[in-house]
């Protein structure tokens, strides 16, 4: 069972996924904040990591820094969501820290569901 890292301090943003990811056959570990999302990557590699950009005690920019330095979880897939989409280069993002892309918010937990089958179908080889 393929395992994804869910990371984003709205809670119904949180929920909502998660039920879509669990319901498709994902496990799903959900974390409030950019801090607890590293602390438990180091407990447990995702097969993917979804998360939120601004969140209390470290935001997304910073994790998928933290992670990209890390051999370990450099070519983990991330996805990036944000209520400012806008003001996030997607291109820059991807060149410098391999990011998959940006959803900005609202969005439908369908389409994470889809990006996620996508990305994890790819990696399987």
Do not use: N, W
Not at 19 to 42: F, H, M, N, P, W
């Amino acid at each position: 069972m393929k395992h994804i890292l869910l990371c984003d301090d709205d809670v119904t943003i949180l929920r909502a996924v998660e039920i879509k990811l669990t319901r498709a056959g994902y496990r799903v570990t959900c974390c409030g904040d950019g801090q607890a999302a590293y602390e438990s990557i180091q407990r447990e590699l995702p097969d993917m990591i979804i998360s939120d950009c601004q969140m209390p005690r470290m935001g997304g920019l910073e994790l998928v820094r933290k992670l990209r330095a890390e051999e370990a979880t450099q070519v983990v897939p991330f996805l990036m969501l944000t209520g400012k989409g806008f003001e996030l280069p997607l291109e820059d993002l991807r060149r410098d820290y391999g990011v998959l892309g940006v959803m900005a918010k609202p969005f439908s937990p369908r389409e994470v569901l889809q990006i996620v089958e996508t990305t994890l179908a790819a990696s399987v080889t």
